[in-house]
């Protein structure tokens, strides 16, 4: 089931309209119109709200099968990463668990400031290619190459960047998921 049928059988079984749900979720109802029609897909900080007004956990939405624990590599569902205008890749199935893991590619030049998140929550990071640079704190930079792997609180986090002229590649896990 997609994630708009999934937010549309939800939402009709809560008796709501679309008017409803667009007041609580702080969103347009135009918008959650295209969500659930599938035309648009919306960002996870927007997913969170509408998951939390139905209540129903935000990583059942993002399932791609109900029993099969494989996600393909042509398989993975891209996500946008908050309002960063960033993309994830999703490398698991996510059924409400706690950890979530992804994959990014990061283009040559890039910076990606951290965004604040409510709880605490640890972050693992793994280079898979190139080379990007991880700021933890005010002073604390740390280079990391392919093969390096990082693991911090990630309130301490204050940007990802790459400044080489070389995509880089990494994978990260989070725990808990973000929303």
């Known amino acids: 089931m997609s994630v708009g049928a999934a937010l549309r059988k939800r939402r009709n079984e809560l008796g709501m309209t679309l008017r409803q749900l667009a007041e609580e979720a702080e969103l347009t109802s135009g918008f959650l119109s295209q ?3 599938d035309h648009v897909s919306p960002s996870l900080k927007s997913l969170g709200r509408i998951a939390e007004v139905l209540r129903i956990p935000l990583f059942h939405l993002l399932s791609q099968s109900v029993g099969n624990p494989v996600v393909r590599s042509n398989e993975r569902t891209a996500i946008p990463w908050d309002d960063t205008g ?3 890749l999703l490398l698991t199935p996510h059924r409400d668990w706690q950890m979530l893991p992804f994959h990014r590619s990061m283009a040559p030049g890039e910076t990606v400031d951290a965004v604040r998140l409510e709880r605490a929550r640890e972050e693992w990071i793994f280079v898979m290619s190139g080379t990007i640079e991880i700021t933890l ?3 604390e ?8 792997a990082i693991h911090f609180e990630s309130s301490r986090l ?5 400044s080489t002229k070389k995509t880089a590649t990494y994978i990260c896990m989070m725990t808990p998921p973000p929303i």
């Open 35 to 37: 969500v659930e029609n």
């Open 86 to 88: 960033v993309e994830i």
């Open 141 to 148: 930079c740390y280079v990391l190459e392919e093969g390096d």
């Open 158 to 162: 204050v940007n990802v960047s790459n």
């Open 137 to 139: 704190g005010d002073d």
